[in-house]
């Protein structure tokens, strides 16, 4: 496995582990998403057809759990970079479409492999007129070495949504950036649209 792999392979752990960024209107970041991190692993523990695989089990807990809680204008945005100021509004909601898919069928291949890892929130330092936030968590297994996890959130009127992940100081979006940029460069915005679409299309599996 090469070095890019394991981080993309960690990338996806860290999302798979990363719904429980939600509104924190009454309660703190940290135990909030301890309380529903907690809840994700119970559902892949406990269900037998999350943690056996099961293709539609899996998208459903992707979307009713993680999803809500991504900017996913924000990260593609962030991940095309000095690109998305070259594409139009029709082709701006094409690349967020197709991120968003692409990043759905990582998680939903790679959730039901979480159950085992254990994971800790550390308190967040913030004022009160923050708009922006870091909350950072320790991913732990038996005989792997620690995973430190940042979640970079902004907030949206009285919720946070997190932008960007990054794991062991490697941030999903600049991963996505360097691949983004190289097939723009060869065959322009409607390309990378059409990557991003084939890529899906030959993932896409049972729902």
């Known amino acids: 496995m090469t070095n890019s792999s394991r981080i993309l392979m960690r990338l996806v752990l860290a999302l798979c582990l990363s719904s429980p960024v939600m509104a924190w209107a009454q309660v703190s970041p940290e135990s909030l998403a301890s309380n529903t991190t907690n809840e994700v692993l119970r559902i892949v523990r406990m269900d ?3 943690k ?3 293709p539609a089990k899996l ?3 992707v979307e009713a759990k993680i999803l809500p809680h991504f900017d996913f ?3 593609t945005r962030l991940a095309v970079a000095r690109n998305w100021n070259q594409a139009n509004p029709e082709q ?6 197709q991120f968003r898919a692409m ?3 990582t998680y939903a291949a790679s959730i039901s492999s979480v159950a085992d890892y254990r994971i800790q929130f550390r308190p967040v330092r913030m004022q009160p007129d923050d708009t922006e936030v870091v909350v950072s968590s320790e991913v732990t297994k038996p005989g792997v070495p620690p995973i430190i996890i940042d979640y970079r959130m902004a907030r949206q009127g009285d919720s946070w949504k997190v932008f960007d992940v990054l794991v062991d100081n490697v941030s999903l979006v600049t991963v996505y950036r360097n691949s983004f940029n190289s097939e723009v460069r060869r065959s322009g915005i409607d390309g990378l649209i059409a990557s991003l679409a084939r890529r899906n299309q030959q993932n896409a ?3």
């Open 59 to 61: 998208h459903a807990l």
């Open 52 to 54: 056996s695989g099961n």
């Open 103 to 105: 990043l759905v069928r």
């Open 73 to 75: 204008e924000q990260m």
């Open 92 to 97: 701006r909601q094409a690349l967020v479409e």
């Open 48 to 50: 037998q057809e999350v």
């Open 205 to 207: 599996g049972p729902r």
